[in-house]
């Protein structure tokens, strides 16, 4: 396979310009221009997840419902 030239530094610029632009979409959680479909806006609250098996917390004589695990007061 043949090996590629030496990128120019404008070629350079326009991959690290897109690659910003892509983190900070994706940390925004916006969807691709174009892509059609509307991006999943953050949740109003985070759920409390057990630490043992990852579920949403439902607490039962101080456990987990789920797995028994026991959880801190």
Same mark, same amino acid.
């Given at each position: 396979?043949?090996? &590629? @030239?030496?990128?120019?530094? $404008?070629?350079?610029?326009?991959?690290?310009?897109?690659?910003?632009?892509?983190?900070?979409?994706? $940390?925004? !959680? &916006?969807?691709?221009? @174009?892509? !059609? &479909?509307?991006?999943?806006?953050?949740? =109003?609250?985070?759920?409390?997840?057990?630490?043992?098996? !990852?579920?949403?917390?439902?607490?039962?004589? !101080?456990?987990?419902?789920?797995? @028994?695990?026991?959880? =801190?007061?």
């Amino acid at each position: 396979m043949p090996r &590629r @030239g030496q990128a120019s530094l $404008e070629e350079l610029r326009h991959r690290v310009k897109a690659l910003e632009e892509r983190l900070g979409r994706l $940390e925004a !959680g &916006r969807a691709p221009p @174009g892509d !059609g &479909r509307a991006a999943r806006p953050p949740r =109003a609250s985070a759920v409390e997840r057990c630490p043992g098996c !990852g579920l949403p917390l439902r607490r039962r004589a !101080g456990r987990c419902r789920e797995c @028994g695990v026991p959880l =801190a007061p």
